[in-house]
């Protein structure tokens, strides 16, 4: 098949929206201080991991997980503080639970509402589903903007919103209040993400039972997992029923649940580090807003946002990559993103070295 003829045929065969999309790229981080994807930067203790390989040896690969992970939903209950009258659903991290939820709802012209800038995936999955997406800017401290959501729920009648508590790549919480408001208006189901719980320390699982429309959204990966790719779905009974009719057989596998179950009964040592990243971003937070050729946004999860002035973006992050450190650059998206940079909180030693490489690339532009 001539070239021309193989694109002729993507044209004809692969969906228009398919094609108008970019890769979801990971750049490789070899030799360098990874700080760009909202990781964990601690190992676990020698003696742990001694214990949970031993672990492992007693799982036979040989047989299909179990179907539903009861083990490992009771213990993710248990630890995630789920209510007993909610049903959860598990998935193979966050990504998967959006799309069956995008999967379940989609339909002609329905609407998959999101504010933004907040996380990627809404947008993408949203296209995958061929669902009509809608995003609600934020405002320019990057709250929500309530009239503006409350007027595109009005309009659009969305199927389905998602709200990242706190917002990825923002960094910051949305008002509770005004939470509650897009639930109380909206028609179909509200999704709060809480995928950086562990650093916020404010949480709507407890409001599950006051909204028949909320749905809350947790994943282990920041917990220190992220390896595993485990997410957990929330909700009333009735919606999780739906959403499993999509989800494929025995996507959480063997390997992983055992894992995660070890892990998560070991889970005040997950809490003491999550509890020293918290303490070690606010101490991070500090230090950059001393440097003033650039913003720095407050931030309740496990990274920082940061925007440089005097449109030197691109330029900070790629003299960081020269010299070692890996942040996230948002540029490319544009907008209000224009010129901010990511960085995610690292061990004390890597967030010193950061912050003097910082210092002393915005020193020379």
């Given at each position: 098949?001539?070239?021309?003829?193989?694109?002729?045929?993507?044209?004809?065969?692969?969906?228009?929206?398919?094609?108008?999309?970019?890769?979801?790229?990971?750049?490789?981080?070899?030799?360098?201080?990874?700080?760009?994807?909202?990781?964990?930067?601690?190992?676990?203790?020698?003696?742990?991991?001694?214990?949970?390989?031993?672990?492992?040896?007693?799982?036979?690969?040989?047989?299909?997980?179990?179907?539903?992970?009861?083990?490992l939903?009771?213990?993710?209950?248990?630890?995630?503080?789920?209510?007993?009258?909610?049903?959860?659903?598990?998935?193979?991290?966050?990504d998967?639970?959006?799309?069956?939820?995008?999967?379940?709802?989609?339909?002609?012209?329905?609407?998959?509402?999101?504010?933004?800038?907040?996380?990627?995936?809404?947008?993408?999955?949203?296209?995958?589903?061929?669902?009509?997406?809608?995003?609600?800017?934020?405002?320019?401290d990057?709250?929500?903007?309530?009239p503006?959501?409350?007027?595109?729920?009005e309009?659009?009648?969305?199927?389905?919103?998602?709200?990242?508590y706190?917002?990825?790549?923002?960094?910051?919480?949305?008002?509770?209040?005004?939470?509650?408001?897009?639930?109380?208006?909206?028609?179909?189901?509200?999704?709060?993400?809480?995928?950086?719980?562990?650093?916020?320390?404010?949480?709507?699982?407890?409001?599950?039972?006051?909204?028949?429309?909320?749905?809350?959204?947790?994943?282990?990966?920041?917990?220190?997992?992220?390896?595993?790719?485990?997410?957990?779905?929330?909700?009333?009974?009735?919606?999780?029923?739906?959403?499993?009719?999509?989800?494929?057989?025995?996507?959480?596998?063997?390997?992983?649940?055992?894992s995660?179950?070890?892990?998560?009964?070991?889970?005040?040592?997950?809490d003491?580090?999550?509890?020293?990243?918290?303490?070690?971003?606010?101490?991070?937070?500090?230090?950059?807003?001393?440097?003033?050729?650039?913003?720095?946004?407050?931030?309740?999860?496990?990274?920082?946002?940061?925007?440089?002035?005097?449109?030197?973006?691109?330029?900070?992050?790629?003299?960081?990559?020269k010299?070692?450190?890996?942040?996230?650059?948002?540029?490319?998206?544009?907008?209000?993103?224009?010129?901010?940079?990511?960085?995610?909180?690292?061990?004390?030693?890597?967030?010193?070295?950061?912050?003097?490489?910082?210092?002393?690339?915005?020193?020379?532009?």
């Open positions: 098949m001539s070239s021309s003829s193989l694109q002729q045929s993507i044209a004809r065969w692969v969906d228009p929206g398919i094609r108008t999309l970019s890769t979801y790229s990971v750049p490789d981080a070899t030799g360098l201080i990874k700080l760009d994807a909202m990781e964990n930067p601690y190992h676990w203790p020698e003696p742990l991991i001694d214990e949970w390989l031993f672990r492992l040896r007693r799982v036979h690969l040989n047989r299909y997980p179990d179907p539903a992970a009861r083990q939903a009771a213990t993710l209950r248990k630890v995630m503080g789920v209510p007993d009258s909610a049903a959860v659903l598990l998935g193979n991290g966050s998967e639970l959006i799309q069956i939820i995008a999967q379940t709802l989609a339909g002609s012209s329905r609407c998959l509402m999101a504010p933004e800038p907040g996380f990627v995936m809404y947008r993408m999955i949203a296209i995958f589903t061929r669902m009509e997406y809608q995003g609600i800017p934020l405002r320019e990057f709250s929500l903007d309530l503006a959501m409350l007027t595109a729920i309009q659009h009648q969305p199927a389905v919103i998602f709200l990242a706190p917002n990825n790549p923002t960094g910051n919480l949305f008002d509770e209040q005004q939470i509650c408001r897009i639930v109380e208006a909206s028609p179909g189901v509200v999704v709060v993400d809480e995928a950086y719980h562990a650093f916020a320390q404010a949480s709507f699982m407890d409001r599950l039972l006051d909204h028949e429309n909320l749905l809350v959204m947790r994943t282990v990966s920041k917990l220190g997992l992220a390896g595993l790719r485990l997410g957990l779905l929330a909700g009333a009974q009735a919606w999780i029923e739906e959403f499993d009719k999509v989800r494929l057989p025995y996507n959480i596998n063997t390997l992983t649940q055992a995660a179950n070890f892990a998560l009964q070991h889970h005040k040592m997950l003491e580090q999550t509890a020293r990243i918290r303490t070690d971003r606010d101490r991070l937070m500090n230090d950059m807003c001393l440097i003033e050729e650039i913003t720095v946004y407050p931030s309740r999860a496990n990274f920082i946002l940061f925007r440089v002035t005097r449109s030197q973006g691109n330029q900070v992050f790629n003299a960081l990559l010299q070692g450190f890996l942040v996230k650059n948002l540029n490319n998206a544009g907008g209000a993103l224009s010129d901010c940079l990511r960085v995610t909180i690292g061990t004390p030693q890597e967030n010193q070295g950061f912050i003097e490489t910082l210092s002393g690339v915005i020193s020379k532009i």
